[in-house]
Nanobody
Framework: QVQLVESGGGLVQAGGSLRLSCTAS????????MGWYRQVPGKRRELVAR??????????YYADSVKGRFTISRDAAKNTVFLQMNSLKPEDTAVYYC???????????WGQGTQVTVSS
């Protein structure tokens, strides 16, 4: 099992920036991808950004709504994944969840979520 702990959410004005962090522990050797999702009340959880652990960060995936504004990165030594969010918009307001996909495991592991609120 993998445990994920997120931090870095908060309240920011439109146009501002935040950086989310997600530190993994447990069976981290089996993780082959990590990502960030977000969810607002009444809507499905949506994929924001994802990166494969065994590939360069240039191979990362981004939702169209965040391309050019968000960047996913990783500090392998600290088992931590980041989501740098720039030029934030009110529509980016959501609870952001870190996820980890393990080799051979169907279900993903999730963090507890961190609230991001962007005021207009």
């Amino acid at each position: 099992q993998v445990q994920l702990v997120e931090s870095g959410g908060g309240l920011v004005q439109a146009g501002g920036s935040l950086r989310l962090s997600c530190t993994a522990s447990g069976s981290i050797f089996s993780i082959n991808a990590m990502g960030w999702y977000r969810q607002v009340p009444g809507k499905r959880r949506e994929l924001v950004a994802r990166m494969a652990i065994d590939r360069s960060m240039a191979d990362s995936y981004y939702a169209d709504s965040v391309k050019g504004r968000f960047t996913i990165s990783r500090d392998a030594a600290k088992n931590t994944v980041f989501l740098q969010m720039n030029s934030l918009k009110p529509e980016d307001t959501a609870v952001y969840y870190c996820s980890a996909k393990r080799v051979g495991v169907f279900l993903m592991d999730w963090g507890q979520g961190t609230q991001v609120t962007v005021s207009s």
